[in-house]
């Protein structure tokens, strides 16, 4: 099928196809884009398909956009072969062309789901390349782009052998080639070629070697390939002494390769190519000749036309070096036009040089102009500057996809108990922080698995070790979504119940421990029963991690004193001590009736076996000052709110989220007397008035550009003691120190490769809707940066990337995308004007973010989008400065959670 594919052969492909669709399980008739497919074979299959529609649709003319090609291209107007021009290719119809585009990337997204829900990093890379030869094909080239560096961070040195994974790193290399990075895909050719080597060495029986030299001689046949093309180049460019030494080792490659294959198989024409390619690199005309001319004659039935184009351009330029040009022209020409007529751009473009080249020779200006215009418009994209820009952006993109993945696995081995996979006790405690940092009031149960040690002595610690990974599914499975079951230690776990009080905590945990006492134990080899014990407390104002935990753990150890195999839970009643505070309690503590004017209830806990219990208070404790502070802990007091001086409320109030209007406070010289109270053994204490301190009104920015990771990491901190309520956002920050900040705050990290930005601390609950736009790819870090920064601050954020110029028409089509937002955020460099255009499509407040991401020196750093935007006459926008993508997201949050909020 790949082969097919590759040499155009598209009727063959989509037979090849059917084959395999009639051997798969049926897919979903209706529908690509539903729910991701799960089967590896099926997204094969789907990529494969992909590819043979953007063949036809690349055949016919089209783009994957269902757009026609540029004007002037090879598509166009067809092979520049001016012995014989073939007439122009038929074009199918523009909707038809439109239908087989959406249905094409319908299947590469099917696909890519698909490949991204397996586990195995090899098939990932594998389908990721494949999908970047697509793009390649549609000429996507930065999507190609992101699919290939996404490939290259799968594909880690310690991966074992296999062919798949040579199969893939060669792919991968020919990917790279036709971005222009030829040194890297000579990186990933010669790791591919070193595979095989530790394959051949390693290869058992006969049948065994045979395959493995086989592929041997794949990898080292393109190896030579890439290192020839490598020597073509510096040839060109004036550089003999630099190519010989690529041309010598392509020779004693391709001299491997020939070793290793038998005549007639596949792969031993392609070896003699590279071999006759090598031959006219170091000047051995004659010999690269006769050994040309054989494979010309052997291709010419075979169909395998990128074979054919290979072998006349190498005998073109042996007879051309050999001062033969008339018999020259006519292979060259051949070349050009099969490499033309199947999408072959390198081959395209030596052709295309090769035949300039020889008609200057023959001072025939009429004939080698049209090869030289052809030539240096194919060009115009393999600048310098351009390919040292791409192989930056390529180290740079794979570097922080590593990082975010080795982050991300540092954190799932940091929060995951190995035994259960639930999480641990550093992830519960992080959670916990979390939620009562926010204000909620969750309930906790503490779950003991009764006599666990008798368990362990009478079954062997393996049985106890699947004792304890059945209890935890048990609790699992009983739980709601929004639960959070974590392994506390040993025969503890934690469950973490948002938004619930204790006595629905009472009544979920109850059923759990029925469900566990019911349980058929004895398929695990276990005779003693298990049960449980479970203490329940539910979080109260005052309270935070420690004392919560405190409170359930103590109604634990009453529950097992009790009798064990019991719920337990503390009331309402205990957890507020006031007289006065009207605390919600159980019918039946309040049919208590006139009794409970003379006591006071103290902490006993209540069950479903045990009754909430009231005493009289002790006689030592009856003229105690009352104790009005709630929760667990005594000693959490807050201070007496202190009415501060009060203000005139401003109009930017009212956007800034300014403090209310108060009433005056009384003058200190006219203080109103209370009634005196009885006499008291203690004076009263002083009163001592303190200025309210200035709240935050958001998180605190710390910039990493110019900081080293050490001070980064000691301004976070800082900002973490002053503000603990809010996040400590960095932005810019090199791969290092986001790496180091997800090792010292782990779970209060929310990172973001792209915008190379982290929050530390937590993070508000969305509320309102931020849409940021962004012009083209050279802006994406700023408008990384500014999604980032809003969904820290507190919005739910929606992005789309690539939207400036003719590109416009996914708004267009799709107005919610302008509509279901609070606020936009339109971010553009040489697209300057595309706030302006988006303006006078909705009513929604924009926010302009020029960038200094332009061509030459035309951009002037920034200035010349800035002033765009500044000078535009669009009402609703306003403009930040230059690259200045944190501003942008704070403000535009700050508008979306003050219109969701009204």
Known sequence: MSSALTNWQLDTAETLLREIDGELPAAPVDDHSGAPLTSLARAWADTLRAELLVRRLRRAGYSLLGDPLVEGGPEQEGPLDQHDPDEAVDRDSRSESATQAALAISLVRSARAAFDAQDDDLQRAAGLVRHARIELLSRRVDAAMDEAVEAASLLDPALPPSPLLVHTLSSLAAVLADLELMPLALDYQRRAADLTAEAISAAGTDSEAGSVDALAAEAATRLAALCAEVGEGLLDDGGADAAAPHFAEARVLAVRALGQLHPGVPGLLDAQVVHGWALVGLGEHAAARSLLTSVVSAASGAEERALLASAELGLGRALRRSGDPRAADDHLATALATATEHGLPRLRRAALRELCTLHAELDDAARALPYLQAYLADELDRVDERRTRWVELFGRRKSLLETERAAG???????????????????????????????????????????????????????????????????????RDTDEVCRWAGDEFVILLPDTTSEQAERAMERIRRSIATHDWSALGVEVPVRISVGIAQAARGDDRRTLFAAADGVLYDAKRAGRDRVVRLSGVTQTRAADAAPAVDDHVAETGPAAEE???????TSSTLREVTAPLPADREEQPEDTTGGFAPLLVEPADVEPPARLRSPLDELFGGPSTRPAAQPAADPVVSPAPAPAAVPPPAVTTVAAPVPATGPDVIWGTGRSTEQVLALVREARREHPAHPAVVVRASADTLVALATEHDAYTTMDAAAMSAAVGPVPEPVGRVGVLCASSGDTPIAAEAAFVARVTGTEVVRVDDV???????????????????????VAGLDAALASVVSGLTEVPVVAVPTSAGQGASSFGGFSALLTMLNSAAPGVVVSNIDNGWSAGVFAARIARRTAER
């Open 409 to 479: 696995q540092l954190r799932r081995q940091a929060y995951e108990d190995p035994l259960t996979h639930l999480p641990n006790r550093r992830y519960a405690e992080a959670r916990l922080d979390g939620l009562l940092s926010a204000g909620a009031l969750p309930a906790l149960a503490v779950v003991d698995i009764d006599r666990f040690k008798a368990i362990n002595d009478a079954a062997g610690h393996p049985t106890g070790d699947a004792v304890l990974r059945a209890v935890g599914q048990l609790l699992v499975d009983g739980c």
């Open 599 to 605: 006591t006071t209830p103290v902490a006993v806990p």
């Open 804 to 826: 400036g110029g003719s590109r416009i028409h996914p708004l267009l089509t799709d107005r919610s995308l302008l509509t279901d937002v609070d606020c936009l955020i339109v």
